[in-house]
């Protein structure tokens, strides 16, 4: 495997603010199953920066709907005292992975850190599996519903390819050899696990809350509505959500629609987006070293060692 750190090269946006179509021509030119990293990398820092964003976003959202994954959240209180640091921490640690590669220094630490707060806690292999499977499939839904472009099969393979190595660096066993294989796996555990509890409501409308301290006041009662009509109807039963009605959805997938046109030429992100140039709500002063992420009151303990068969 590749190192794909930030040394490949680093493209710059076309008079400061169209798209460069050589990151394009080179994701077309890589293979997936040896290049899967770097895919991954210009994806995520030059082609759909916003939508996967968005996407891991729901994908978190979307394993709230199983009342063991909701419960141990619940319990931890992170999400209702320390909400959006728990946001910034998990983002942050994702995208340094994703943006830099997992076989750089910074990739590196952030996987290991990430399994060390993980041991804290007696979490099933098939729960990690679950949310493993998310971080695949909904940037490949997304970007192919809402993003300026569809992804071609060779991406699709990437993200699918890149977040599989993800798993084994996490120790986790029994990880589906194929996309396919994995879209059953989710199905069969969607089944068994995904049911109404108050503990996935309570996480998912401390989740919303997070999202609604974005935004002016106003437009606050608009966030749970948004992220109701975003989600299928499996999970608003789980979560006890309404669907919006029609014209609400209507104008929510018009207003995506809207949005490819001019992104197809024009990009108001960073070229590439990293951790470093976004903005982080609870690190305004600057970044903290990636052993330093994570709740605080586990930072300075040793996690217990046990087995994830």
């Known amino acids: 495997m590749k190192n794909t750190a930030m040394t490949a090269p680093v493209y710059s946006k076309v008079a400061g603010v169209f798209r460069n179509p050589a990151v394009r021509r080179e994701l077309q030119q890589l293979d997936p199953q040896r290049d899967y990293q770097r895919m991954v990398?210009?994806?995520?820092?030059?082609?759909?920066?916003?939508d996967i964003t968005r996407a891991l976003e729901l994908a978190l959202f979307h394993t709230y709907?199983?009342?063991?994954?909701?419960?141990?959240l619940m319990r931890t209180g992170e999400?209702?005292?320390?909400?959006?640091?728990?946001?910034?921490?998990?983002?942050?640690?994702?995208?340094?992975?994703?943006?830099y590669g997992l076989n750089t220094e910074t990739g590196l630490r952030a996987i290991t850190h990430m399994n060390r707060i993980h041991g804290f806690y007696s979490i099933p292999n098939e729960d990690f599996l679950m949310v493993l499977?998310?971080?695949?499939?909904?940037?490949i839904n997304w970007i192919n519903r809402y993003g300026w472009r569809k992804l071609i099969p060779a991406e699709e393979q990437a993200f699918f390819l890149f977040f599989r190595e993800v798993g084994q660096r996490m120790n986790l066993t029994a990880i589906p050899?194929?996309?396919?294989e994995l879209k059953a796996f989710t199905e069969a555990y969607e089944a068994e696990h995904f049911?109404?509890?108050?503990?996935?409501?309570?996480?998912?409308?401390?989740?919303?809350?997070?999202?609604?301290?974005?935004?002016?006041?106003?437009?606050?009662?608009?966030?749970?509505?948004?992220?109701?009509?975003l989600i299928n109807d499996k999970l608003r039963e789980a979560?006890?959500?309404?669907?919006?009605?029609?014209?609400?959805?209507?104008?929510?997938?018009a207003s995506f629609r809207l949005r490819k046109g001019p992104l197809r030429w024009?990009?108001?992100e960073p070229y590439p987006k990293l951790v470093e140039n976004t903005f982080h709500r609870s690190y305004k002063s600057g970044l903290p070293a990636v052993e330093e992420l994570g709740p605080s009151k586990l930072i300075k303990k040793e996690p217990r060692l046990r087995s994830r068969e």
Request: aromatic residues 18%.
């Open 41 to 50: 990398q210009l994806l995520v820092g030059y082609e759909f920066p916003f």
């Open 65 to 72: 709907a199983s009342p063991r994954t909701s419960a141990l």
């Open 79 to 99: 999400f209702e005292k320390h909400g959006q640091k728990r946001y910034d921490d998990t983002s942050i640690l994702i995208a340094w992975f994703m943006q």
């Open 133 to 139: 499977a998310t971080f695949i499939f909904y940037p």
């Open 177 to 180: 050899e194929t996309i396919d």
């Open 195 to 229: 049911r109404y509890a108050d503990s996935n409501r309570h996480v998912a409308d401390s989740t919303v809350r997070i999202v609604q301290g974005w935004v002016p006041k106003p437009l606050r009662p608009v966030v749970k509505p948004v992220f109701s009509a």
């Open 239 to 253: 979560f006890g959500y309404q669907k919006p009605p029609a014209w609400f959805c209507g104008l929510l997938e």
């Open 266 to 268: 024009i990009t108001f």
